[in-house]
């Protein structure tokens, strides 16, 4: 088992910028893939950025060149650095870990719920024009 807890979510304005944190714990032998999903009020939920073991990231189109994942092992604790904020931004944003590994280096479009072994219960972003 693997408890996530994220933090960080705000109410901002748009260009501003926003770390997001979660906190990992249980059994982080399942941090092999972690990422970042969000869901907007009415859609589905997007995966936004995965990092593996070995440091390789990707990348939703949408935030490429504004977001960064990263993981500090030793703190075992992932983060989303959210720079130059948007209002379509806006969104509950969510930890996950143990993503299957068939799809954890490909387009995080490919990735679906039922990939995800474990998530948190989310942080709201919220962005303001």
């Known amino acids: 088992q693997v408890q996530l807890v994220e933090s960080g979510g705000e109410s901002v304005q748009a260009g501003v910028s926003l770390r997001l944190s979660c906190a990992a714990s249980?059994?982080?032998?399942?941090?092999?893939?972690m990422g970042w999903f969000r869901q907007a009020p009415g859609k589905g939920r997007e995966g936004v950025a995965v990092?593996?073991?070995?440091?390789?990231?990707t990348y939703a189109d949408s935030v490429k060149g504004r977001f960064t994942i990263s993981k500090d092992n030793a703190k075992n604790t992932l983060y989303l650095q959210m720079n130059s904020l948007k209002p379509e931004d806006t969104a509950m944003y969510y930890c996950?870990?143990?993503?299957?590994?068939?799809?954890?280096?490909?387009?995080?479009?490919?990735?679906?719920?039922?990939?995800?072994?474990?998530w948190g219960q989310g942080t709201q972003v919220t962005v303001s024009s």
């Open positions: 996950a870990a143990a993503i299957w590994w068939g799809v954890c280096r490909g387009d995080t479009s490919m990735i679906r719920e039922g990939h995800v072994g474990y």
């Open positions: 249980g059994d982080t032998s399942s941090s092999a893939c």
């Open positions: 990092i593996v073991s070995d440091g390789t990231t």
